[in-house]
């Protein structure tokens, strides 16, 4: 099985589509709280899932890493929850 060789600018430009993409959906869904918040849930799902599979094949993925990327993940949430509903 051939190894697939990820660089920084492929890292880099995974997490740029993930923001540009979000963004453009947030913008989309203004004034609709609750669509915002599915947004922002689905980023961060984006998110996590993509530094898991980038740890994975650097192989420096450990449960340490995983719950700093669920942890940063969940403070996103709640910050935008907050923001979103207060």
């Known amino acids: 099985?051939?190894?697939?060789?990820?660089?920084?600018?492929?890292?880099?430009?995974?997490l740029g589509a993930i923001f540009t993409l979000s963004v453009l959906a947030f913008v989309r869904f203004k004034g609709m709280?609750?669509?915002?918040?599915y947004v922002v849930a689905v980023a961060v799902i984006a998110y996590i899932a993509w530094g898991?599979?980038?740890?994975?094949?650097?192989k420096s993925l450990s449960w340490g890493v995983f719950l700093e990327y669920v942890l940063v993940?969940?403070?996103?949430?709640?910050?935008?929850?907050?923001?979103?509903?207060?």
């Not at 099985?1 to 995974?14: A, G």
């Not at 709280?33 to 918040?37: V, Y």
């Not at 993940?73 to 207060?86: D, H």
Request: charged share 10%; no cysteine; net charge positive.
């Open 52 to 58: 898991v599979v980038y740890h994975f094949y650097h």
């Open 73 to 86: 993940g969940s403070l996103v949430i709640l910050l935008f929850f907050w923001t979103l509903f207060t």
């Open 1 to 14: 099985m051939p190894k697939i060789k990820f660089s920084h600018i492929t890292h880099l430009s995974v």
């Open 33 to 37: 709280e609750l669509l915002q918040l």
